[in-house]
């Protein structure tokens, strides 16, 4: 198949502090980006998005960054709260044989301690 | 507006038999895109559709495949199911999935093979 999905990396983070999700992505062509959260038993749900030609982007407690010189994106959450503990992807929509596709990193779980 | 929906959310068959998904996209998306979710290998495409019409598809044995209708909704089948199938099939929708198009999860259908 075509992900990368292999080990799941672990964020610990004390409830209220900020936490910093990383995600290094594939195809310099790439143009656009998504982060998903993903609680235990449900589907991937969509928290904030970039396109290619923003660097920045904030939503909701939640900021987005991306470095296409390192093809690297980041999520901060500020004041993590308990229910944000889940496993976060960040998926890039990348161009493939005239159409597009998205490819998912392999995620991280994110846990948050009271 | 609906989220995409999945039906059915949980299945159990044998080995050998045959299983048939089915995925609602939001209203007004045309792509559905199909992934299997494991443990070991993240999430793994398997195909898309748009306008009845499979445009993408990953790399995963012929026992797997799709179709959609008219109306956007689409079903994927799997042959002579394997102990490795038990998995998370997700269904996902976009408008068009071009370049800067939302992705958008079901809740997914949780599959056991025995």
């Known amino acids: 198949g075509e992900s990368v999905g292999l080990h799941l990396p672990t964020l610990s983070v004390q409830e209220g502090d900020n936490s910093i999700i990383n995600c290094a992505y594939s195809?310099?062509?790439?143009?656009?980006f998504i982060w998903y959260k993903q609680e235990s038993g449900k589907g991937p749900q969509f928290i904030i998005d970039?396109?290619?030609?923003?660097d920045k982007r904030q939503g909701q407690r939640v900021t987005v960054l991306l470095n296409k010189t390192v093809k690297h994106l980041s999520l901060q959450i500020a004041a993590t709260q308990p229910g944000d503990s889940a496993v976060y992807f960040c998926?890039?929509?990348?161009?493939?044989?005239?159409?597009?596709?998205?490819?998912f990193g392999t995620g991280t779980r994110l846990k948050v301690l009271a | 507006k609906a989220g995409v929906t999945q039906t059915p959310r949980y299945l159990i068959k044998t080995r050998g038999q045959q299983v048939t998904l089915s995925c609602s996209p939001i209203?007004?998306?045309?792509?559905v895109s199909w992934y299997q979710q494991t443990p070991g290998q993240g999430l793994q495409f398997l195909f898309e559709?748009?306008?009845?019409?499979?445009?993408n598809k990953g790399n995963f044995p012929g026992r797997f495949s799709g179709r959609q209708f008219s109306n956007s909704r689409s079903e994927m089948n799997v042959s002579t199911l394997e102990l490795g199938d038990s998995a998370l099939y997700l269904c996902?929708?976009?408008?068009?999935?071009?370049?800067?198009?939302?992705?958008?999860f079901g809740p997914g259908t949780r599959l056991t093979v025995l």
């Open positions: 996902a929708s976009s408008l068009e999935l071009a370049g800067v198009d939302e992705q958008f």
């Open positions: 195809n310099s062509a790439s143009d656009y």
């Open positions: 970039i396109r290619s030609n923003m």
């Open positions: 998926a890039e929509n990348t161009p493939t044989s005239g159409t597009y596709k998205y490819i």
């Open positions: 209203s007004g998306h045309r792509s």
């Open positions: 559709y748009f306008s009845e019409t499979q445009r």
